[in-house]
């Protein structure tokens, strides 16, 4: 399981179900990982190394000593970050923003600057992924969101400005919000190793030396309501209360998907995933929503 430090809950969940099944060899692995806890809970020897990584040099631009990630005047403060950057490296850079709204911001701030200005996010072009991932003739300024944080590797980096903010799913009255929030100490490492692959780099962030990040991020069993999770487990042949997960499961979200789950007749008393619970578990959208899409009279019926 690679890049187990984003703990989404489908690995968590896949890791558990393995555990259990106790037939395969799991490795996981990580840049970043809190990794004696996992190591601790799959009773399996830690193997580290530290691999091929040029050193970068990082820099705290305009920032008071602790000072966290700000989303105010950002597209400026990128702006003047990225043109001082223009004159000191003759690489691509990678600017790290939370999210859309952010990037066009940006792309704005710089405006008429002597270099190809590419935005990369989830919704993006082929024709612009392309660009973002294979080197051009100009130099280049990559405005991305997490998507080139891990998952996808920008040649001819050798500059990282870094916001510091991220979107990050969370719990609001029931249902998974969007908000924006402060990066974790383990994400700034990652961000700041995109700048040291094929030589010497820098990095620079937009916050305070000693700003009070976290040192990881909460896994999102802790942060998102877990019916999704809990229907998986059923469709899996399992009840989400008899694995045993890295984190504890919080004992309120449990009460409240297997409450939800109930009442749409998902699962049984026993927990059991229903036949109607498994046509909402093939849908690729929430499961209320699928529930409420399932539950709307057809054009056959109306007939």
């Known amino acids: 399981l690679d890049e187990f430090h984003e703990r989404r809950w489908d690995t968590d969940l896949l890791l558990a179900l393995l555990k259990k099944r106790g037939e395969h060899r ?7 990982l ?3 806890n996992l190591a601790q809970y799959l009773e399996a020897p830690l193997l580290e190394s530290e691999g091929k990584q040029y050193p970068v040099d990082v820099h705290y631009l305009d920032a008071e000593d602790r000072d966290m ?3 105010k005047a950002l597209d400026q403060r990128v702006g003047k970050a990225v043109k001082k950057a223009l004159g000191h490296t003759d690489g691509d850079i990678l600017v790290f923003l939370p999210g859309r709204g952010e990037i066009r911001g940006a792309e704005q701030a710089l405006s008429g600057v002597d270099a190809e200005v590419i935005p990369l996010h989830a919704t993006v072009s082929p024709e612009q992924q392309r660009r973002a991932l294979y080197p051009g003739e100009r130099q280049r300024v990559i405005l991305a969101t997490n998507v080139a944080e891990t ?9 990282v400005v870094d916001s510091g ?3 990050r799913t969370h719990q609001r009255n029931g249902r998974t919000v969007l908000t924006l929030a402060a990066i974790s100490e383990a994400n700034a490492e990652q961000r700041r190793g995109r700048a040291g692959r094929t030589q010497p780099g820098a990095c620079w962030r937009l916050w305070g030396r000693n700003a009070p990040l976290d040192t990881f991020t909460p896994p999102e069993v802790q942060r998102e309501p877990l019916t999704e999770m809990m229907l998986a487990a059923a469709a899996a042949g399992r009840q989400l209360e008899e694995l045993r997960f890295p984190d504890a499961l919080p004992d309120k979200a449990l009460t409240q998907a297997r409450e939800a789950l109930w009442a749409m007749e998902a699962i049984d008393g026993n ?5 109607h619970g498994r046509a909402l578990f093939a849908l690729p959208i929430d499961t209320l929503f699928a529930h409420l899409i399932t539950a ?3 054009a056959a019926s109306k007939g």
């Not at 998952?151 to 500059?159: E, K």
């Not at 927990?271 to 036949?275: E, K």
């Open 165 to 167: 903010l991220e979107r």
């Open 271 to 275: 927990g059991t995933i229903t036949d």
């Open 296 to 298: 709307m009279p057809d």
């Open 151 to 159: 998952s996808l590797t920008i040649p001819g980096v050798t500059l």
């Open 34 to 36: 809190a990794a004696r």
């Open 26 to 32: 799991l490795v996981l692995t990580s840049a970043t």
């Open 69 to 71: 990630p700000a989303s």
